[in-house]
């Protein structure tokens, strides 16, 4: 059988090229690099030797060989320079494509269950799982067949009788975290990935989901905290680099704080008149902080999770304004008792400060569950709309909000 072999690697069947194949002079002028093609005695094959490398293969190159080529150049590489050549193919970094992995357990329809366990003893130790295998005609994908089944089928039935042809499948395409939640989702040891001709080019495997999930989830966690996300380590990360992924949210939120001191300032007069009204600030923008975050976090769970969708905006907006009703009703008759037993003012204070309570905790539920809604939508990372984005507009409308009760109230 014709065989190509490169440098540092294993050699593997293609079954396509032969010396005399009319199709090699189309190869060979594809290829960027030279190569010496060796014919061994009493063997037709064609080896590729010395300066072949991934990157000599250009995307044309890689995109006019037969998929089955692709596919066994995949089979015989490392992770890192499966990853490079699945970039040449054009499949997206977060992709399906990406992440899966080629070493998976092929069956033919017309095999017998006792052809399929043979096929499984050759080579299940070269291949990611033996437990799913995936039945093809044509690297298309037809069906599935798991080995709890063939071991406990008739060794005489054909493959086409057992095998399950409703199986899920993912596009190459398709996000990879979306992959990955279809995996735990559905308890999935492997998912297999096709093409969008529905050849199966490879699968995506638990742990591989499990790593995505870990990945997306860092990257969201470090997004939530204003901070760059790194694929580094705490300690495997300089101190420069900490500062270069830190400080440019701290920097915009500094700043932005510049808005909620030209509000201040405009109400000096109201401050000079009643200092206590100071005093209640930090309460109220901490308390309207924290209700917008715990909105924010709920939601980008429930996006990242697939519990809320964005058809889901306005059922979301109604039930968080019925939340803050509830808990602002709470925190005010709290929040005034304190007022009055401490001797911070009187019933019309403890009324003022409660109201502007209860607008702030509603304004602050609503801010929380749509700012991360509206980043889905414009195709951001809804991770980005936090707790810093948050409590920073949260404390603009609280001042704002807080300043025009009190004037209309005190007449100040």
């Not at 059988?1 to 396509?16: E, N, Q, R, V």
């Not at 019925?322 to 005034?336: K, P, T, W």
């Not at 911070?344 to 539920?365: L, N, P, R, Y």
Request: contains cysteine; hydrophobic residues 45%.
């Amino acid at each position: 059988m014709p065989t190509l072999l490169a440098a540092g690697y294993t050699s593997f069947d293609l079954g396509i090229f032969t010396p005399k194949d009319p199709r090699l002079p189309i190869l060979k002028s594809l290829l960027k690099r030279t190569y010496r093609r060796y014919l061994e005695e009493g063997i037709d094959y064609i080896v590729f030797r010395g300066q072949l490398g991934f990157d000599a293969w250009s995307l044309d190159v890689l995109e006019e060989l037969p998929a089955n080529v692709v596919d066994r150049l995949l089979l015989v590489t490392d992770e890192e320079k499966r990853k490079q050549i699945n970039q040449l193919l054009q499949y997206p970094e977060d992709s399906a494509g990406s992440v899966m992995n080629v070493d998976y357990i092929a069956l033919r329809r017309e095999m017998t269950v006792a052809d399929a366990i043979l096929r499984i003893r050759q080579v299940g130790l070269n291949r990611e799982t033996i437990y799913t295998c995936y039945v093809t005609e044509k690297k298309k994908l037809i069906g599935a067949v798991d080995v709890k089944e063939l071991l406990t089928t008739s060794e005489s039935k054909l493959i086409e009788e057992i095998m399950d042809t409703n199986m899920l499948y993912a596009q190459t395409t398709d996000d990879q975290e979306d992959v990955a939640r279809t995996i735990t989702k559905y308890g999935l040891i492997a998912l297999p990935i096709v093409d969008h001709e529905m050849c199966m080019v490879g699968i995506v495997t638990v742990d591989d989901a499990m790593l995505v999930l870990q990945e997306e989830e860092t990257e969201d966690i470090s997004i939530m905290a204003g901070v760059h996300p790194s694929e580094e380590s705490y300690f495997g990360t300089t101190v420069f680099e900490h500062v270069k992924s830190r400080i440019p949210w701290l920097l915009f939120l500094m700043l932005s704080a510049t808005v909620t001191q030209m509000i201040m300032n405009s109400y000096e007069g109201a401050l000079a008149a009643m200092p206590q009204l100071a005093g209640f600030i930090p309460m109220l923008t901490g308390t309207g902080g924290n209700c917008g975050s715990q909105s924010s976090t709920l939601v980008i769970r429930g996006l990242a999770v697939g519990e809320i969708e964005l058809s889901d905006v306005f059922k979301v907006i109604w039930k968080e304004v019925r939340v803050a009703v509830c808990i602002s009703v709470a925190l005010s008759v709290v929040n005034g008792i304190r007022i009055m037993l401490m001797g911070q003012g009187d019933v019309t204070m403890a009324i003022t400060i409660g109201a502007t309570m209860a607008c702030t905790i509603i304004i602050a539920k609503v801010v929380g569950c749509t700012l991360p809604l509206v980043a889905e939508k414009v195709g951001l990372d809804p991770a980005i709309m936090a707790t810093p984005l948050i409590s920073t507009l949260v404390d603009i409308s609280t001042i704002s909000v807080y300043f025009a009760i009190v004037s209309a109230v005190f007449a100040l």
